[in-house]
């Protein structure tokens, strides 16, 4: 974990910071929001028609996902 330190995919200097408060957050808005979410989903969606979307779901997916592209890229 990187509490108290800076991870690499954030800005200098910024420290991880988890506190009761977040903590608080999380499990208090967590079901609230994971049953909204396909409703916001679809209002989205709906807006943005041509928008060509991709969901995904895990960092497995998102690996390959960007593996995908990498591949498309240097097949160009």
């Given at each position: ?23 608080e ?9 994971k ?11 709906e ?30």
């Open positions: 974990m990187y509490i108290g330190r800076t991870r690499q995919d954030i800005g200098a200097g910024c420290k991880v910071k988890l506190d009761w408060e977040f903590i957050y999380i499990i208090t808005t967590y079901q609230t929001r049953r909204k979410m396909p409703v916001h989903f679809l209002k989205f969606r807006s943005n028609p041509n928008m060509n979307m991709i969901m995904l779901k895990n960092k497995r997916e998102i690996a390959a996902y960007i593996e995908n592209l990498q591949r498309e890229r240097e097949s160009v």
